[in-house]
T-cell receptor
Framework: AQKVTQAQTEISVVEKEDVTLDCVYE???????LFWYKQPPSGELVFLIR??????QNEISGRYSWNFQKSTSSFNFTITASQVVDSAVYFC???????????????FGQGTILTVHP | GEEVAQTPKHLVRGEGQKAKLYCAPI?????VFWYQQVLKNEFKFLIS????????ETGMPKERFSAKCLPNSPCSLEIQATKLEDSAVYFC??????????FGPGTRLLVL
């Protein structure tokens, strides 16, 4: 079975601060995908990134960056120079890429509530 | 369409009543997933489809929940005889290949 842990329940920062959201995962499968989704106060789930288990390259997209480390089973997300609009709940998730009916099913972490104050 | 559409946005039912939720996946996406979000943060997988075929239904409480994805129709999730604990936001997601899932806005179900 898969498990995703986001140990930080809530984080509060002031605008322009950098913030890192932690994600640790467990799976026995060697082929899997990792995801981050954003859920703003309006409630929808917005896809941010997908990472293949074979690709440990870090990724940067504007103010967002992701650090994937297989050795520690972690997939952390950093927001640089945070803004009020970044306030949301952020979810880390995992799906396995092996065959079988579990393919694609997302296992979510508990989410981290990020509040960015002006 | 270019987005996953879910209807209705809100649904209120008395305990024991039936509830039916609809989802139109992104055009060309062959996978559909249903999730239940309770207590604001906790997601529970319910069921997945590949085209009109059930792919994985291990998360469904089958005695009261059923789901379908028929050709040329929105997918549906039906709850017979709703219970208080069914109050949640129900999200539908679609995926072209089963990898990245794009979520609809959700249906908020309140059972009184």
């Amino acid at each position: 079975a898969q498990k995703v842990t986001q140990a930080q329940t809530e984080i509060s920062v002031v605008e322009k601060e950098d913030v890192t959201l932690d994600c640790v995962y467990e799976t026995r499968d060697t082929t899997y995908y990792l995801f981050w989704y954003k859920q703003p106060p309006s409630g929808e789930l917005v896809f941010l990134i997908r990472r293949n288990s074979f690709d440990e390259q870090n990724e940067i997209s504007g103010r967002y960056s992701w650090n994937f480390q297989k050795s520690t089973s972690s997939f952390n997300f950093t927001i640089t120079a945070s803004q009020v609009v970044d306030s949301a709940v952020y979810f880390c998730a995992l799906s396995i890429n092996a065959g079988g009916t579990s393919y694609g099913k997302l296992t979510f972490g508990q989410g981290t509530i990020l509040t960015v104050h002006p | 369409g270019e987005e996953v559409a879910q209807t209705p946005k809100h649904l209120v039912r008395g305990e024991g009543q039936k509830a039916k939720l609809y989802c139109a996946p992104i055009k060309g996406h062959s996978y559909v997933f249903w999730y239940q979000q309770v207590l604001k943060n906790e997601f529970k997988f319910l069921i997945s489809f590949q085209n009109e075929n059930v792919f994985d239904e291990t998360g469904m409480p089958k005695e009261r929940f059923s789901a379908k994805c028929l050709p040329n129709s929105p997918c549906s999730l039906e709850i017979q005889a709703t219970k208080l604990e069914d109050s949640a936001v129900y999200f539908c997601a679609s995926s072209q290949s089963g990898k990245t899932q794009y979520f609809g806005p959700g249906t908020r179900l309140l059972v009184l």
